[in-house]
């Protein structure tokens, strides 16, 4: 039987950033856990020039750069040593990130199980200083002549994946450790480990569906296959029943998190899946519904946010969202006592000071009044004042995502094509898909761009 094969890997870059530095250098060295069975290594041109303080830290120069091939050019060879291998770093999440971000610059999906040698290290060896890689180079007294050096790092790790698996005193508890690490706790039936690892560790919203086609659960992420490894790694309720009934996952790349979060409202909404809750606006325990009297009046009235679909807002207390009602009472002439905020037996306090026209004690028709007031519902559920476009990361590198608010409200997004987000407002609008009015994708379009003060806006 083949031992399993683990494919070490190390990486020097421009910086630290995936979505603007660039790999400089690159190593990969096949262990099966007692030998090296094959390796990899190259300079890499990172088309744009390498920092003095990073050429400081690894050596490498852009003159030793400038003839060296470019990731496209070796991108083949990574794929091929590094398939039916277990992909191990030291820190892996910042080498598989930059690996990954390089392959998706190129149009393709870069999916690998992963191993940190990090975590992996400090369960191996439990009460050192540090877990850095130097700092374990040196407990361990490996011999490295070149550190901060793809190959050197690369071997390194290899040494230390080696004393990790060779553990005596604790082997078990080291290969349950590694299997841990590499496979996903419970799967339902039908899904496979290999299926989840072809999901995309991107934004997006995901679908869960049943045997007969039909989608029983909607989420997002910023990380789809990590969310889905969480969904089935928990013991709950929800995820019980996910396991017994999940027969396919799908999914759809949004690009940003922003347009992730309201296609998931919109989503669950239309299809109302089983295992979802019955979407609410999660921040918001209350909403304000347009109701009516025993007379005919239409009024405003404050209701639990999850026993409604109509809401036109939302609020974090029942004494806001009465306070609200109360300034569109006062502003477009309504009625206190109709709308719930003069308990009085008699007119109410406005109209005595002329604020009312007699809805209260019939003055006034409810024909005419309710003109007034569906008037006012303008105002209630108006989030913002400005209109505006907002321009985020599309599903590739050459696309822009385009939200436009309009008339007070959220009206929809769309893809552009990067070359074109110079364009006008009017040009802007074309690519937008409108979508019907949704409180509650209002409230997270808001939320997000308090959270998110630094997004690209046109006003217009």
């Known amino acids: 039987m083949s031992r399993q094969k683990y494919a070490v890997v190390d990486i020097e870059t421009t910086g630290g950033i995936p979505k603007r530095d660039k790999i400089t250098e690159i190593a990969v060295i096949i262990y099966d856990g007692k030998e090296i069975i094959d390796e990899f290594q190259s300079l890499v041109n990172p088309e744009r020039s390498i920092p003095p303080h990073i050429t400081r830290i690894t050596g490498i120069t852009n003159e030793m750069v400038e003839d060296a091939p470019k990731f496209y050019e070796i ?23 930059f690996i990954r971000e390089e392959f998706r610059s190129l149009g393709f999906t870069f999916t690998k199980r992963k191993l940190c040698s990090v975590r992996l290290s400090r369960k191996a060896f439990p009460g050192l200083r540090s877990y850095a890689l130097g700092s374990l180079i040196k407990y361990f007294k490996i011999e490295v002549n070149n550190r901060h050096r793809a190959y050197d790092d690369a071997w390194a790790t290899t040494i230390i994946l080696g004393k990790i698996l060779d553990l005596q005193t604790t082997k078990k508890e080291v290969s349950d450790m590694v299997r841990e690490g590499i496979k996903l706790t419970k799967l339902p039936q039908g899904i496979t480990p290999e299926m989840v690892e072809s ?29 889905i490894k969480q969904h089935f790694s928990k013991d709950h309720t929800k995820a019980n029943k996910l396991l017994r009934k999940v027969a396919d996952i799908s999914y ?11 296609k998931e409202s919109y ?29 005919g009046y239409f009024k405003y009235d404050v209701v639990k946010a999850d026993k409604t679909e109509s809401a036109l807002s939302y609020y974090n207390s029942r004494k806001s969202a009465l306070r609200h009602i109360e300034q569109i009472t006062e502003v477009h ?12 037996q008699t007119s109410c306090f406005n109209y005595g000071i002329d604020k009312c026209m007699g809805a209260c004690i019939g003055d006034e028709f409810p024909i005419t009044y309710n003109e007034r007031f569906e008037y006012s519902m303008e105002s209630i559920n108006r989030i913002f004042e400005e209109n505006f476009i907002i321009l985020d990361e599309g599903r590739h590198k050459d ?22 987000e110079s364009y006008g407002i009017e040009e802007l609008k074309e690519s937008v ?17 308090w959270s998110h003060p630094g997004l690209t806006i046109k006003y217009f």
Do not use: W
């Open 75 to 97: 991108a083949k060879d990574v794929i091929d040593i590094l398939e039916n291998s277990i992909f191990v770093a030291h820190n892996v999440r910042f080498d598989y990130q």
């Open 267 to 295: 989503e669950i909404k239309q299809v109302m899946p089983e295992v979802n809750k019955i979407q609410k606006n999660r921040h918001y325990a209350y909403a304000i519904v347009k109701a009516e009297d025993k007379s």
């Open 399 to 420: 696309e822009r995502c385009v939200f436009l608010v309009e008339d007070g409200h959220f009206q929809g997004y769309g893809y552009i094509e990067i070359d074109l």
């Open 199 to 227: 999901l995309p560790e991107s934004c997006g919203v995901y679908y869960m569906s049943d045997d007969s086609g039909r989608v029983i659960y909607i989420g997002k992420s910023i990380n789809i296959q990590e969310r």
């Open 433 to 449: 898909h409108y979508r019907k009015l949704n409180p509650e994708a209002d409230l997270i379009l808001r939320n997000h761009m």
């Open 252 to 262: 759809e790349l949004t690009g940003n998190e922003l347009a992730s979060l309201i």
């Open 333 to 344: 002439g309504l009625c206190m006592k109709v709308n719930g905020l003069d308990k009085g």
